[in-house]
Each structure stands twice: as structure tokens, then as C-alpha cells.
T-cell receptor
Framework: GEDVEQSLFLSVREGDSSVINCTYTDSSSTYLYWYKQEPGAGLQLLTYIFSNMDMKQDQRLTVLLNKKDKHLSLRIADTQTGDSAIYFCAESIYNTDKLIFGTGTRLQVFP | GAVVSQHPSRVICKSGTSVKIECRSLDFQATTMFWYRQFPKQSLMLMATSNEGSKATYEQGVEKDKFLINHASLTLSTLTVTSAHPEDSSFYIC???????????????FGDGTRLSIL
């Protein structure tokens, strides 16, 4: 079945870049997503990438997709304390509207 | 951006009570809505998928008589936790996808979640 894995924790200094990694198993996924969850809140869609793209940049966010290795990453430039949250990657299941979520990466930004 | 409103944000009630949670898409028509459950420090677990005007599709292991889902209009879906018990305490999150859905680049947008605590 589908499986999406992420590292559990990442700690970075304010102003540095953060890179959050994700691996997935379903090679037929159409879209891959990154969501942000702050404590006690729902999920905020940050960005998404179509499976035939290698890279997508949106302001401070850069998504890289290595389809051969089924590896997705999210780079946050100039990380701020307000970026501290849990980040989930998710893959769409082929021919459905469902998403499979990763385990989530807790990003902690320190001054 | 797309807005999904979920109410209530927090519920505390006694064991045996039934609790209804509403999920509304405020600025788009949601042909499909999803209900998730999230345990502390864990990822989201999909409970069911609901399409407007039809019965919800439940994931394996989710009791449909326990978690009643109604999607009566293109902007509203409800989840009712019937005869709730302490083990039903959790964070419940809904999401909505507009027409024509993920397969055509309509991402899911999430509500802010409902924290349910059963005493």
C-alpha cells in the first residue's frame, strides 16, 4: 500500500534555510503537497507540485521532486520563528481525490 | 484563498452524548469533503470521504454507525459522533475539494479542526 515517510524533527537557527524531506511509494501519484500545521489548528496548504515537474518555487518556498527516487523536499529560505510548526507532505492517490499524509516533521526555529 | 470553516472548535461533553461537527466551504462549492482524525503527535487518519448527495465512503476500520456523515449541500458536511465515549476523544479535521477534484488540480483545503473531549 501507499506509504509516506518524513523525518520527525528538524531544528534550525533563525535566518538559515530549512530543508524538510519526504519519501513516498506510489509512483502513480499525480500531485504532491506540502501542508503546515500550527498547534491546535488545521492544515494550511503551502504549495503543491505536479508529478511531471522537477521544481517549483513560491517566494521563500522551493519544492524539489525526484520522481525516480520518489523523494520530495521543501526548502524554506530565511527561516523565521513563525515558521515553527509541523509540516506534512502528502501524495494524491491515482484516480481518486484522496490524500495520503506523511508522518509530519516538527520544525523548530531558534533565535 | 479557499476558506473552510469548521465548528465548533472545541467540545467537552459527558460520555453517551452525541456530538455534531459542521464543515462549511465558504467561497467555493465542495463536491467532495473529507473527515480526518488526528491523535496527539501523529499524522492525519482519513475516516471517510463524502460526496454531495450520496452516502459517505468509510475507510476500513471506521464504524459508519458511530460516525454519521451527511453531505446535504455543496457547502456543508456534518460529522456526528454518536454516543461518544472517552476513546472517541480526538482532534477531528475536515477538508473540502472543489470541482472537479484533486485529479484536476483542486487541492484539499482544511478547516481548523475540532478538539473533542469526552469525560
Amino acid at each position: 500500500g501507499e506509504d509516506v515517510e518524513q523525518s520527525l524533527f528538524l531544528s534550525v537557527r533563525e535566518g538559515d534555510s530549512s530543508v524538510i524531506n519526504c519519501t513516498y511509494t506510489d509512483s502513480s501519484s499525480t500531485y504532491l503537497y506540502w501542508y503546515k500545521q500550527e498547534p491546535g489548528a488545521g492544515l494550511q496548504l503551502l504549495t503543491y507540485i505536479f508529478s511531471n515537474m522537477d521544481m517549483k518555487q513560491d517566494q521563500r518556498l522551493t519544492v524539489l521532486l525526484n520522481k525516480k527516487d520518489k523523494h520530495l523536499s521543501l526548502r524554506i529560505a530565511d527561516t523565521q520563528t513563525g515558521d515553527s510548526a509541523i509540516y506534512f507532505c502528502a501524495e494524491s492517490i491515482y484516480n481518486t481525490d484522496k490524500l495520503i499524509f506523511g508522518t509530519g516533521t516538527r520544525l523548530q526555529v531558534f533565535p | 484563498g479557499a476558506v473552510v470553516s469548521q465548528h465548533p472548535s472545541r467540545v467537552i461533553c459527558k460520555s453517551g452524548t452525541s456530538v455534531k461537527i459542521e464543515c462549511r466551504s465558504l467561497d467555493f462549492q465542495a463536491t467532495t469533503m473529507f473527515w480526518y482524525r488526528q491523535f496527539p503527535k501523529q499524522s492525519l487518519m482519513l475516516m471517510a470521504t463524502s460526496n454531495e448527495g450520496s452516502k459517505a465512503t468509510y475507510e476500513q476500520g471506521v464504524e459508519k454507525d458511530k460516525f454519521l456523515i451527511n453531505h446535504a449541500s455543496l457547502t456543508l458536511s456534518t460529522l456526528t459522533v454518536t454516543s461518544a465515549h472517552p476513546e472517541d476523544s480526538s482532534f477531528y479535521i475536515c477538508s473540502a475539494a472543489g470541482f472537479p477534484g484533486l485529479r484536476s488540480n483542486q487541492p484539499q483545503h482544511f478547516g481548523d479542526g475540532t478538539r473533542l473531549s469526552i469525560l
